[in-house]
């Protein structure tokens, strides 16, 4: 979601629940908010809330201790899920297909292979 805002260009909204920014571009579209059928926004956070807890709230990669705090949502250090294989190679938003990672290292990584990705912040330690 908070990619599709971004390509719009009009709103910059980039909170990452999704279901906030449904909600909010709902409202800024003058339509209802119907929440999205596919996956519940609240079972994506809880499977993204879990990971968290599980990697103690660091990131996976860089190890710095993520936030999750609506009021500063472009934090370098906000909780991201990110996705071992990429969304763009099908992976799926599954917590067996999921990492808790700070919004740097995702947005870094990008859609770099997940081995390739662990190597290059090895090497970068
Ligand atoms: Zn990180």
């Known amino acids: 979601m908070a990619k599709v805002l971004r390509a719009k260009g009009s709103t910059e909204i980039l909170d990452h629940s999704p279901e906030f920014s449904d909600r909010v571009m709902a409202r800024l579209d ?7 059928k596919s996956m519940a926004a609240a079972e994506r956070r809880a499977i993204k809330l879990s990971l968290a ?4 709230w660091l990131c996976f990669y860089c190890g710095c201790v993520m936030v999750n705090d609506p009021a500063q949502p472009d934090a370098p250090n906000a909780l991201t899920f990110d996705h071992i294989v990429p969304k763009s190679e099908g992976g799926k938003f599954a ?3 999921g990492v808790a990672a700070c919004d740097k290292c995702n947005r870094d990584r990008g859609n770099m292979p997940f ?7 090895e090497a970068r330690d």
């Open 30 to 36: 003058g339509r209802p908010y119907e929440p999205k």
């Open 53 to 56: 807890e599980e990697q103690n």
């Open 95 to 97: 917590k067996s297909n």
């Open 115 to 121: 081995d390739l990705y662990c190597e290059c912040v």
